[in-house]
């Protein structure tokens, strides 16, 4: 099939999956109105996330824990609400068209939460045990409690994701064995504008602390947003965007403070917002700084980091239509451990002088704006315009030598069409443009201009006994290089899903997947050429690459009791011209040549998470981890692979205060990629302790934590420095948070 005949099936898909609902819709429906109280003391619930798990409809309860929710379809549901850590169970409800039915649930300090996420869902909110595939969640407790200065270092323990790294500045993470331009970072569904899928010393600005939740969407996530999201998805929700409906009048707002010993980290965090009468304001501003971060065996050079963000915006949620507007603005600076021993082959080195620091800007501005409730098949129609201008500079002995600077405008387009009982779904349009520059010593492309554009949608189907899900999307792809050179290239590609997720009983449900996933080239994987010491390796791209095809498979099975929580997933993806840097043997500038080529390659894991109640206040904690990615022409190992990984921890309630021990095992990695050297397992010992205290409408938590306990010398088989830095030695830290809701 030619890529022009592609595209027509895919518009006349398009044309197909969206009339048949405008002949058949006519789903009649009701109201639910409620109130949400806390459980321990009977006061409203303010700020109370209200859900429809199956349907993904929600909405938010106001300052005195009343919530209205319309237009559901007739019919048994369940209904949920959550808080924090304070969650409702699924209380049943029947609604009779035209008519109001009354809920009161009651939130309460809950171990095991189900999980809302608002990424990779066609629309409105899900929980994980409603998706078609694997999740990974941190909510805002988690990530008070946690207090990481980066995303991926706030990921790195959740099944499935690890952390590559050229120091702690410049880290990203790892998913599934997948990194770089594999792996899309977004913030509120719209990529980041950063340069960290490039190289491997470049980081992302986005403080992990400033938001709302952390998710990561495991698997092929093209089909909603993009074609380098073959591993997966990154999903860094902020406050506002956490609404996503008419928010309740009254003013809300959150701190957070942490300092930490084994790099002096120090950093604070806080957020505000106001409403009234549809009228949203909303502000946020944090630092955080850290010096060079100890080991058991020293100190590690030029490892400090320093970044400071904010932002602004104001919205207006009518009754039928919003619209919001908002810009945010980070600066980081970090160094880049021992990069300096590969500048310059023999000659080079930080003890000849000069340590390398990367100074970086991000700004952006968003505007978004839509109608609701239409009334019709058509349930909602939601765009966003992101405008993102990055700029950093690789300093060598405090000057300047290399400047990167990347502008990128994104636009999306989501039309999501009225749910009835059996059917639901979304299609859109999205597309982007982005000007690239790099001047300076490392400026190993020219210039270029990147395009694209993307056709998607995502349809479901409630059959009773299954749900099913279709998806397909066509993407081009274009770089128009300022070089006589070299040629400009376009792609095109077509990547399509189908997904069955069937009950069993009341509490499991099993799922299994079946995708077809189509990549582009990254523009470095196309055009680099020189020393890239962000790699250690001289690059040599190559313009004529052909685009990446993967076919992949991933099943699993989620269970969700009071006694037992499970999720036990395994996929395999078998990728047709799979792009990377072969070693040549040669060294030119003191660096190993790779030239970028393409050869069959296949991805193999499983991921476990298992949760067990001992005791009414005593659970105990599993998970497990596992990928083998090799090419398939001599089963050559790929870099920088994780190794199989396992995590043991109890989890004790004792009123208010929460005790987690924690043990982290992972084995040796000798499954390596030409020259890469393999790395010792290890055993780390963490501890944690908080306490929390809920008020009608406050939560305070304070958290010690002990990182590293035996002080125990490992190295992390995803770092680029593994051989010249281990990891952070024995640690503690200590946090506060506090949040009005």
Not at 156 to 176: D, E, L, N, T, Y
Not at 223 to 242: E, F, M, P, R, W
Not at 484 to 504: E, K, Y
Not at 586 to 615: I, K, S
């Amino acid at each position: 099939m030619t890529e022009s005949s592609r595209f027509l099936s895919a518009m006349a898909l398009l044309f197909l999956t969206t009339s048949f609902p405008l002949a058949l819709h006519g789903q009649e429906t009701g109201t639910v109105e409620g109130l949400v109280v806390l459980a321990e003391t009977g006061a409203p619930a303010g700020g109370a996330r209200v859900l429809v798990p199956r349907l993904g409809l929600f909405t938010m309860a106001d300052e005195t824990g009343r919530f209205v929710l319309e237009r559901v379809p007739a019919g048994e549901h369940q209904i949920l609400a959550e808080r924090g850590t304070l969650q409702s169970g699924r209380v049943p409800v029947l609604i009779v068209a035209h008519q109001v039915v009354f809920v009161e649930l009651a939130v309460a300090e809950t171990f095991v939460l189900e999980q809302l996420t608002v990424t990779g869902v066609p629309s409105g909110v899900a929980t994980d045990r409603e998706l078609f595939n694997s999740v990974s969640i941190l909510s805002r407790d988690a990530l008070a409690e946690n207090a990481a200065p980066t995303i991926a270092q706030a990921l790195k323990g959740q099944p499935g994701v690890a952390m590559r790294s050229f120091g702690p500045g410049a880290a990203r993470p790892i998913v599934r064995g997948f990194d770089g331009d594999r792996v899309l970072m977004t913030q509120d569904g719209i990529r980041t504008g950063d340069l960290s899928s490039q190289s491997g010393d470049h980081g992302t600005t986005v403080d992990p602390t400033s938001l709302r939740r952390l998710e990561v969407v495991k698997g092929p996530a093209t089909l909603l947003y993009g074609s380098n999201a073959i591993g997966g998805v990154v999903n860094a929700v902020t406050n506002h965007d956490y609404y996503r409906t008419p928010p309740p009048s009254g003013t809300r707002g959150g701190v957070l403070l942490d300092g930490g010993t084994a790099n002096r980290q120090i950093g604070g965090n806080a957020w505000a917002q106001t409403g009234r009468n549809g009228w949203l304001f909303w502000g946020n501003g944090g630092y955080r700084q850290s010096d060079d971060y100890q080991t058991p065996d020293g100190r590690v050079p030029n490892s400090a980091t320093e970044l400071a963000n904010g932002g602004l915006g104001l919205g207006y949620f009518g009754p039928r239509a919003f619209f919001t507007l908002g810009g945010t603005a980070e600066s980081g600076r970090y160094g880049v451990p021992f990069a300096g021993e590969f500048e310059g082959g023999e000659e080079g080195g930080e003890e000849g002088g000069e340590e390398i620091v990367l100074d970086a800007r991000r700004t952006a501005v968003r505007g978004t704006f839509g109608l609701l409730n239409l009334g019709s098949w058509l349930e909602s129609v939601r765009v966003a315009l992101n405008y993102t201008d990055w700029h950093h500079e690789e300093l060598h002995g405090g000057e300047a030598e290399t400047t990167f600077d990347n502008q990128t405008l994104v636009y999306r387009m989501d039309l999501e069409q009225a749910r009835d009982r059996w059917w639901g779904g979304s299609f859109g349009l999205s597309g982007l443009y982005r000007d690239y520059v790099t001047q300076g010593a490392e400026s190993l492309s020219p210039p270029v201009v990147q395009s694209s554009f993307a056709a998607f949608l995502v349809e479901e189907f409630d059959l009773t006994e299954a749900r099913v899900q279709i998806g397909g999307r066509f993407e081009s792809n274009r770089y128009d290089v300022e070089s006589s050179d070299l040629p400009d290239r376009t792609f095109f590609g077509v990547s399509a899903s189908l997904g069955v997720n069937v009950p069993v009983g009341e509490a499991t449900n099993i799922y299994t997947n079946l995708t077809q996933s189509y990549r582009a080239p990254a523009l470095e994987e196309l055009y680099n050429f020189g020393p890239h010491v962000g790699t250690l390796t001289f690059e040599v791209g190559d313009p004529n690459l052909d685009r990446e095809l993967a076919l992949g498979i991933d099943a699993g099975l989620k269970h969700d009791s009071d006694r037992v929580r499970t999720e036990v997933s395994g996929y395999y993806y078998d990728i047709t011209d799979y792009v990377f840097a072969r070693l040549t043997g040669e060294v030119e500038d003191g660096l190993q040549v790779g030239e970028f080529t393409q050869a069959d390659a296949r991805y193999t894991g499983f991921e476990v998470l298992a949760d067990f109640m001992l005791t009414p206040d005593l659970w105990l904690n599993l998970g497990s981890d596992y990928v083998r990615a090799s090419l398939k022409d001599g089963e050559q190992g790929l870099p920088r692979i994780p190794p199989l990984r396992g995590r043991g921890a109890l989890d004790w309630h004792w009123g208010a205060l929460r005790v987690q021990p924690e043990f982290v095992i992972a084995a040796s990695q000798d499954r390596t990629f030409t020259n890469e050297t393999s790395t010792d397992g290890y055993t780390v010992v963490n501890l944690l302790a908080s306490y929390t205290f809920q008020r009608a409408g406050q939560q305070h938590r304070v958290t010690l934590r002990f990182d590293n306990l035996t002080d125990e010398l490992y190295r992390n088989h995803s770092s680029f420095i593994k051989d010249l830095a281990p990891e952070m030695g024995r640690s503690v830290r200590l946090s506060y948070s506090a949040e009005i809701f």
